[in-house]
């Protein structure tokens, strides 16, 4: 079965510092995705970044970029220049591809940005 | 088009009462999906159709829960003798044949007193 775990419950930063989300994950599967999943307080879940298995090179979106350590099973997330809106909760995600569809969560990190 | 929609956004109800809520996925999505969430967790699949065949139901779906999407578009979720750990955030997503990306309606979130 797979899971996804993320250590770090809570974090808090201020504004325009990078943070780094940390995210591992254990499965038997050679084909996967990797998404980190931003909740806001309130509002609906959006994603933020994903990661195909296959690729080497590291997913980014604008200030938003990932390590991705395949043999490690590590995937976390960089934030760079914090802003007040990247407030909220980070779920770091799985799912298999050609098996079945069901995103496998992590509990998430609260992330807080502080003026 | 505007997402994935749900409703109602609230429901308060008894312990024991029935509780219907529907998802209306993003048009031509033939994925659709049900999560739970309850307070400091991640979502928790619950069951998800490809267009109107349910494909897979978690463990987590009792027999008190039922999920339809009888025409392929929209789903309804149903519980039956609601109890206080149905207490939670129930989160639909849709995602279209071609993508695993799964998009996120604003969640139901349920109360039983």
């Known amino acids: 079965a797979q899971t996804v775990t993320q250590s770090q419950p809570e974090m808090s930063v201020q504004e325009a510092e990078t943070v780094t989300l940390s995210c591992t994950y254990d499965?038997?599967?050679?084909?996967?995705?990797l998404f980190w999943y931003k909740q806001p307080p309130s509002r609906q879940m959006i994603l933020v970044i994903r990661q195909e298995a296959y690729k080497q090179q590291n997913a980014t979106e604008n200030r938003f970029s990932v390590n991705f350590q395949k043999a490690a099973k590590s995937f976390s997330l960089k934030i760079s220049d914090s802003q007040l809106g990247d407030t909220a909760m980070y779920f770091c995600a799985f799912i298999a591809m050609n098996r079945d569809d069901k995103i496998i969560f992590g509990k998430g990190t609260r992330l807080h940005i502080l003026p | 088009d505007t997402g994935v929609s749900q409703n109602p956004r609230h429901k308060i109800t008894k312990r024991g009462q029935n509780v219907t809520f529907r998802c209306d996925p993003i048009?031509?999505?033939?994925?659709l999906y049900w999560y739970r969430q309850t307070l400091g967790q991640g979502p928790e699949f619950l069951t998800y159709?490809?267009?109107?065949?349910?494909?897979?139901k978690s463990r987590l779906l009792s027999d008190r829960f039922s999920a339809e999407r009888p025409k392929g578009s929209f789903s309804t979720l149903e519980i039956q003798r609601t109890e206080q750990g149905d207490s939670a955030m129930y989160l639909c997503a849709s995602s279209p044949r071609d993508r695993n990306e799964q998009f996120f309606g604003p969640g139901t979130r349920l109360t039983v007193l």
């Open positions: 048009s031509e999505h033939n994925r």
């Open positions: 499965t038997s599967e050679n084909n996967y995705y």
């Open positions: 159709f490809q267009n109107e065949a349910q494909l897979e």
